[in-house]
């Protein structure tokens, strides 16, 4: 990984630097646009309104228009402000973690010590887990002026960045308005099938199926080209009916409940009897 940013955590007199690197990364296959008449490359172009020139990018400045007015901010502007030239995240409080909203949370970088000691780091560290607290700091990043939650992921502190309050929306939705009875059958039958699909999270058990089979797609057509067949590489496609309205909720809770006690009763005594997942392997390939 590559730092994208140096500084220094601060809070009170105390002074952590830390080096910040982006946590996370896209896995979608990269794909461009092209010309579906003749596959040709779509490139898009900077040209100025005026001249009708191609404009590099370093050659492209910002503006602000009240509607009357225009005014020209320079990338010299920019990193003429305050906020920008500053190096510090500042913790501004410490909040119960259990404070913060999980609607909120956006971007996450990983910090790590850029000192010869990483003590403060440490016992900064330390001190959260502790105490399950979650310091809230504020910083500024790529011309912005971030929010963030400082919280600890296994041995690393990691930052993440925060919408602001006035960018989440309130949610107000008429049909919640209504007064809707639930009886004690079936939040009973509900809870249920809650157990029924209760398990520890387990994030690496998840893959990203439309991502693999768009793999598979690509490895296909550059095999077999646009002679593909795509129902032999996918099978057919059936319609689902998940969407469709329940009738009968009852009715609904219980079959739901049944199924998902009888498939994990299948997945048990599969685990316990190795043999029965070869048997049924060997019945599916026949």
């Not at 003749?38 to 050659?59: A, K, N, T």
């Not at 598979?216 to 067949?229: M, P, R, S, V, Y």
Request: negative net charge; aromatic residues 6%; proline residues 3%.
């Amino acid at each position: 990984m590559r730092a994208i940013w140096k500084g220094a955590l601060t809070f009170g007199l105390v002074n952590v630097p830390v080096k910040v690197y982006s946590a996370t990364e896209d896995h979608d296959v990269s794909l461009h646009q092209v010309h579906a008449a003749d596959g040709g490359r779509i490139r898009y172009q900077r040209i100025c309104e005026l001249d009708g020139e191609v404009v590099p990018y370093q050659e492209i400045d910002r503006a602000y228009d009240d509607g009357e007015r225009t005014v020209i901010l320079t990338k010299s502007d920019f990193a003429s402000l305050p906020s920008e030239r500053s190096r510090e995240i500042d913790v501004v409080e410490f909040v119960p973690s259990e404070q913060v909203d999980l609607l909120t949370l956006d971007k996450a970088y990983y910090l790590e010590p850029d000192s010869a000691s990483p003590k403060a780091y440490v016992l900064l560290r330390k001190t959260l887990e502790q105490t399950d607290r979650t310091a809230i700091v504020r910083f500024s990043l790529r011309q912005k002026t971030r929010l963030a939650a400082l919280r600890v992921r296994g041995e690393v502190l990691v930052l993440q960045t925060l919408l602001w309050a006035d960018e989440v929306r309130d949610a107000a939705f008429p049909s919640l308005d209504e007064s809707v009875r639930i009886s004690a059958k079936e939040l009973e039958l509900s809870a249920s099938l809650v157990e029924s699909f209760s398990s520890d999270f387990d994030p690496s058990a998840f893959t990203d199926e439309y991502q693999q089979e768009l793999r598979t797609l690509i490895d296909a057509k550059l095999e077999q080209g646009d002679a593909l067949d795509t129902s032999a590489t996918f099978g057919t496609h059936e319609e689902s009916d998940a969407g469709a309205e329940v009738i009968d909720l009852m009715d609904a809770l219980r079959a739901s409940v049944e199924r998902s006690r009888a498939a994990r009763k299948n997945d048990a005594s599969s685990e316990s009897d190795p043999s029965a997942t070869k048997s049924v392997k060997k019945s599916a390939s026949a």
